[in-house]
């Protein structure tokens, strides 16, 4: 993909909560795991991953891939990290709560934007640019420094990955990772895709200092989203349990005549709105609704 127009489409932008009490990834190793799980779950799912950024409370990524992938990778995330969280003896204080929001990116100013804003993540509480924070990707852009270091997997036994990698999936044996066992970003990172956009280092570096309100605004704007994004995933379990006991199957396998059925029993419990929201929830188009009295 070597043009961007103005408009994209299947670009989107995930991330936890930034304002939790509690610290999922106090630890080196949670922090490990879960860039490893980002990794690793995009690359089971043919979803691209532009950059990621692991902090003590949340994470944020960019990603590149169709509407239905995107949702796919995102649940099985959250089960990924919640299965760690439960063997690790934190279901308590963050495996049943944790929750990720998927917002889409609409344009190719938006797309640099957001990159930059999970880019420069770290700055909140790291001393140094994002290119020396470890649990980022911010040395392998615009940079060979970053890049082509590590253990190649094929030269590591099958039973060890298993173990050091906490899967039974054989990963591709030219990805490569540090003695700790972290997947190196260049690996699983699509550093091209992003030069591509950016174009020149100059327009990188442009990019890198974004004004502190524009950036207070967009932590505003994200908040808003995250609480949508809860809300729609409250409604879509609501929808998963009248599917089931109406239809005997899950939402996804349903008619869309069948998933109109469904929504006016949403509207008639008033547990939703006629709303895009609940289209989405769905899996409907906004004027699928306008049929419901």
């Keep these: 993909m070597d043009n961007f127009s103005e408009i994209v489409r299947d670009y989107w932008h995930l991330y ?5 009490a509690d610290i999922p990834f106090l630890t080196d190793e949670d922090k490990v795991y879960c860039r490893n799980a980002v990794a690793i779950c995009a690359w089971r799912q043919g979803i691209t991953i532009l950059v990621v950024t692991v902090n003590d409370t949340h994470f944020h990524l960019i990603g590149f891939g169709a509407e239905e992938r995107m949702e796919q990778y995102r649940r099985s995330l959250v089960l990924r990290l919640k299965t760690y969280f439960a063997k690790s003896g934190k279901t308590a204080q963050t495996g049943s709560g944790l929750f990720l929001a998927c917002d889409p990116i609409r344009t190719r100013k938006e797309l640099m934007q957001k990159f930059m804003y999970v880019y420069r993540n770290c700055l909140d509480f790291f001393p140094m ?6 649990w980022g990707a911010g040395s392998i852009y615009f940079s060979e420094a ?6 190649v997997l094929s030269g590591i036994p099958v039973r060890w990955q298993r173990k050091l990698f906490r899967t039974t999936q054989k ?12 997947l190196m970003p260049d690996c699983f990172v699509d550093y091209r895709h992003v030069e591509r956009l950016f174009g020149s280092v100059k327009a990188f570096i442009a990019f890198l200092y974004v ?6 605004a967009m932590k505003q704007q994200m908040g808003k989203q995250y ?3 809860r809300t729609l995933e409250e409604i879509r379990s609501y929808g998963e349990k009248l599917s089931g006991r109406y239809f005997k199957k899950g939402l996804r396998s349903t008619l869309p005549a069948e998933r109109l059925k469904i929504a006016g029993i949403l509207l008639r419990e008033r547990k939703a709105t006629k709303s895009e929201g609940l289209a989405r929830a769905l899996y409907l ?5 306008d049929r419901l009295l």
Excluded: I
């Design 211 to 216: 004004r502190k309100e524009d950036e207070a």
């Design 129 to 134: 640019m994002p290119g020396d924070y470890p």
């Design 146 to 151: 970053g890049r082509g270091k590590g253990t």
């Design 227 to 229: 609480l949508a994004y």
């Design 285 to 289: 188009k906004k004027e699928d609704l």
């Design 16 to 20: 936890s909560d930034g304002k939790r």
């Design 171 to 182: 990963l591709p044996q030219d990805w490569r990772c540090d003695e700790d066992g972290a």
